[in-house]
């Protein structure tokens, strides 16, 4: 099974700030088959990115995603209130899909 | 607009078995080429994915599960059901239900996701 490790665990920054979050895999993910969610507390996961570096529908573009092989990176440019919440990777190039144990970005 | 929305009892005691529905709204089960997957997450921790079904009702099981759980399609009832058997303390968390586009291979991440039920194992 591929194992994500995201980092740090937790994040704690302000409005406006640049938020940097890694997820880093035990064997290479094609970077077609790496998707990142936002989860708020109470609420379900909600897809943000998918294949490494797309926006999906609605999510707005400050939110980025980039890497390959066994890096990937989802940024966050300027950190709006709305966006302090949880964030998971995941693959789903290899069976069993795996998430990452998430990074809670939290408010400074 | 497609939706899902879990259901099953929120209690249930150790070494019995766990049964959840997703009703599917919006869309039917049977339709199209799409992945049904059932994921968990104990309170305060991470996504586990217990596995998926497929339109057809071929199933793929997380290893680290696969000897307790069953997944089924009610193509009547346009449900998707989760049974996970013996269950302990360690199987309480929240249970969701999601879809996936199974038509290209880069299309399996889960767009569509219930809103989660709350499953608590104790006697």
């Known amino acids: 099974e591929i194992v994500l490790t995201q980092s740090p665990a937790t994040l704690s920054l302000s409005p406006g700030e640049r938020a940097t979050l890694s997820c880093r895999a035990s064997q290479s993910v094609g970077s077609g088959y790496l998707a990142w969610y936002q989860q708020k507390p109470g609420q379900a996961p909600r897809l943000l990115i998918y294949?490494?570096?797309t926006r999906a529908t609605g999510i707005p573009d400050r939110f980025s995603g980039s890497g390959s092989g066994t890096d990937f990176t989802l940024t966050i440019s300027r950190l709006e209130p709305e966006d302090f919440a949880g964030y998971y990777c995941h693959q789903f190039g290899t069976s069993p899909w795996t998430f990452g144990q998430g990074t809670r970005v939290e408010i400074k | 607009q497609v939706q899902l929305q879990e259901s099953g009892p929120g209690l249930v005691k150790p070494s019995q078995t766990l049964s959840l529905t997703c009703t599917v709204s919006g869309a039917s089960i049977s339709g199209g080429s799409f992945y049904w997957s059932w994921i968990r997450q104990p309170a305060g921790k991470g996504l586990e994915w217990i596995g998926r079904i497929y339109t057809s009702g071929s199933t793929y099981y997380n290893p680290s599960l696969k000897s307790r759980v069953t997944m089924s399609l009610d193509r009547y009832r346009n449900q998707v059901s989760l049974f996970l058997n013996s269950v302990t303390a360690a199987d309480t968390a929240v249970y969701f239900c999601?879809?996936?586009?199974?038509?290209?291979?880069?299309?399996?991440?889960?767009?569509?996701w219930g809103k989660g039920t709350t499953v608590t194992v104790s006697s």
């Open positions: 294949g490494s570096t």
């Open positions: 999601a879809r996936s586009s199974a038509t290209n291979p880069y299309h399996y991440y889960m767009d569509v």
